[in-house]
């Protein structure tokens, strides 16, 4: 192929690779299996005539030591018949052990005769002589045996000196088959080294060089090149991709310009959407009301699409209405109409439940069931895009931008004003939670209120409810005596109200940072010092070197120590007071006392004194914490706070936040 041949049709994806008979890998992983075959095979050849040399070497000297025995056998038959101490049967023993093996083989010595039929015929008649002639000659024991022994023994040793000679000619010439086949295996891997350098260079380097010479062309720019494809190997497949590339690059190359241009204006689009999606995050971040936060969400959104109108509505979906949040650009008629209100009255409705709706020209797009037009067409709007606003909770709202003009939404448009609805949603999701979360704040905290009332102030007014009542009756009476009694009695129950009005007030104002604990705790002990006349001890020990409690477990610890102190001075009557603290493993807190103490018994079946131990319980529950009374009449109370190891695990987050200071408390001459 020239390099002005027009570029090779793209192949299909079942062709795209070449056949498994025609790969390059199987062309080589066949060559190499039929070297290693050769090579195996002569490898395997010199080593079998190696095996038979070795063998046949064992069976020359075997076969050659027959002549020493039978002679041996000869000088022990004479020193018999001298009556000399001889050797006879075993030198006899020894030579029929000798023609044993020489016929048998030994393959572990290994020791064999060769394969030729002449050699174990020659075998054959060495050991026929043997058995015939000279071995009955040795063992007769005859006088005359010796001579006739020595007479015939000229023969056998001719016949064997004949089979070595036999063996040795047979070996040599398996010597020299071995000569040959090495040889034939130098030449074969000198052969095959150039024969597999040559197939190497045809088949991997020099179609490599071709691409390598393509590459340089491209390089320079020569588009218009083409490879030849020669072969349906990997290369062939390389050499056509190479071919669609430099299509595809010379396509590339004269429109490049335009590609540019399209590519930069599509990153220019993604960055003012992610500009916008920005700047509309920060926006919802920073409002305060939903309506606010519609009304800004609205006017941004109209101004990026240049929209000629808008509105934003939340969806009641008991009642199948939307409630208008913001409008812009609309007529008051349009925004407050009851059609566009209702859920299943408009496009807009229909958005709730299809999450986008688009309709390029009202007037020509009345919904099904309409008798004319939709009211915005009425309006003069021609265009209309409806995106649903949606939360975790389903469905919320939608928002509507309106067009006076013919207008087709892109795709990627559409997913833009998708994702603004979707964080306008959660922002007014969040709101929702917000206000939520602050009235259940509000909530918890005037049940706080109430119970801190009903267990100080509230019976403190009962108590001077019945003094009144008292008095009242004493005056009507004119008993001066009586009301002379009564009346010191009121002045303490207005003070001890006064005490708990300002102890609350002191409760509710308190706030506290990290580790603010232990100046809390001591301010409101030297404070229990000053209210009354029990001698109260503090011992605060926080060598664990555990981390601190976060800021609302810290407060409720102090309330706890608070309400404890509080019914020391209230009802205890004690003469001391010990409070003790400390943070190692897991926080404790300990109040005793030595007053009066109580039946805890009988306090269970008195609804009208419960002396804040309910307070207390509740905070240690909202704590996670155990807290244990032990009280009994005239033995004081103990009230143990315990925070198990790893309940303050919050406060670990909340190390580094910034130090809250106390706010003002109120000074002990105020009320």
């Known amino acids: 192929m020239s390099d002005t041949d027009p570029p090779a049709a793209p192949a299909t994806a079942a062709s795209a690779l070449p056949a498994l008979r025609h790969r390059l890998s199987t062309r080589i992983i066949s060559l190499s299996l039929a070297v290693l075959l050769v090579v195996l095979g002569m490898i395997s050849g010199t080593l079998w005539l190696s095996w038979k040399l070795e063998g046949a070497g064992a069976a020359i000297n075997d076969a050659g030591s027959l002549r020493m025995r039978a002679n041996r056998v000869a000088i022990e038959l004479t020193l018999a018949q001298t009556g000399r101490a001889n050797d006879l049967a075993a030198q006899v023993q020894a030579l029929d052990a000798t023609l044993a093996l020489l016929k048998k083989g030994d393959a572990a010595r290994p020791l064999f005769l060769p394969d030729e039929p002449a050699i174990h015929a020659q075998m054959a008649r060495v050991t026929h002589d043997w058995q015939q002639r000279l071995r009955p000659l040795a063992l007769t024991g005859a006088r005359e045996a010796p001579a006739a022994y020595v007479a015939a023994l000229p023969g056998f040793v001719a016949q064997a000196d004949r089979l070595v000679g036999m063996i040795e000619h047979d070996s040599a010439r398996k010597t020299d088959l071995l000569r040959l086949s090495q040889i034939a295996l130098a030449l074969m891997a000198c052969i095959g080294t150039v024969a597999v350098i040559y197939l190497l260079y045809l088949w991997i380097i020099l179609p ?99 929209a000629d109108g808008g509105s934003v509505r939340a969806l009641d979906s008991r009642h199948g209405r939307m409630h208008l949040l913001a409008a812009a650009g609309l007529p008051a008629a349009l925004a407050e109409a009851d059609s566009c209100a209702s859920a299943i009255g408009c496009h807009c409705g229909d958005a709730t439940r299809q999450a986008v709706v688009t309709i390029v020209d009202l007037r020509g797009a009345p919904r099904a069931g309409a008798a004319d037009e939709t009211p915005c067409g009425r309006d003069g709007f021609q265009s209309l895009a409806a995106f649903r606003i949606e939360s975790q909770r389903g469905a919320t709202g939608m928002f509507a931008l309106h067009f006076r003009t013919p207008r087709k939404l892109p795709a990627s448009d559409r997913q833009l004003l998708q994702t603004l609805a979707q964080h306008l949603g959660t922002a007014l999701e969040h709101l929702r939670l917000s206000a939520t979360a602050r009235q259940l704040a509000v909530v918890e905290e005037r049940n706080l209120v109430a119970q801190g009332l009903h267990d ?47 102890e609350l007030l002191n409760n509710f104002r308190s706030r506290l940072a990290t580790g603010e604990l232990r100046p809390a705790v001591e301010e409101t002990v030297e404070r229990f010092r000053r209210q009354c006349r029990t001698e109260a001890t503090l011992a605060i020990d926080e060598r664990g070197g555990a981390w601190p409690l976060a800021p609302e477990q810290q407060l409720q610890v102090l309330f706890i120590l608070q309400e404890a102190l509080s019914n020391v001075r209230k009802h205890a009557m004690a003469a001391h007071v010990a409070v003790a603290l400390s943070h190692g493993r897991e926080f404790r807190l300990v109040v005793q006392d030595d007053g009066e103490g109580f039946d805890p018994d009988e306090l269970a079946t008195r609804a009208d004194a419960h002396i804040g131990l309910s307070i207390m319980r509740e905070r240690a529950a909202r704590l996670g914490a155990q807290l244990h009374v032990q009280a009994s009449p005239g033995r004081g109370v103990r009230i143990e706070l315990v925070l198990p190891a790893g309940s303050a695990g919050a406060a670990r987050q909340d190390r580094t936040a910034t130090p809250i200071t106390s706010l003002n408390r109120l000074s002990e001459t105020q009320p």
Do not use: C, W
């Open 456 to 502: 100080s102030i509230a019976q403190g007014l009962n108590y001077l409810n019945l003094q009144v009542q008292l008095l009242d009756d004493a005056v009507a009476r004119e008993d001066l005596a009586e009301t002379r009694e009564l009346v010191p009695m009121l002045r303490h129950g207005v003070e001890e109200s006064y005490q708990d009005v300002r």
């Open 208 to 306: 490599v060089l071709r691409l390598q010479d393509g590459l340089r062309r491209m390089a320079a720019r020569e588009f218009s090149l083409r490879l030849p494809v020669e072969s349906r190997d990997e290369f062939g497949t390389l050499s056509e991709g190479f071919n669609r590339m430099a299509g595809e690059l010379q396509g590339l190359y004269h429109d490049l310009a335009s590609r540019v241009a399209q590519k930069t204006a599509e990153l220019e689009r993604h960055n003012r959407d992610l500009e916008t999606l920005y700047e509309m995050a920060a926006f919802l971040n920073q409002a305060a009301d939903a309506e606010t936060m519609a009304q800004g969400f609205l006017a941004r959104v109209m101004r990026q699409f240049d």
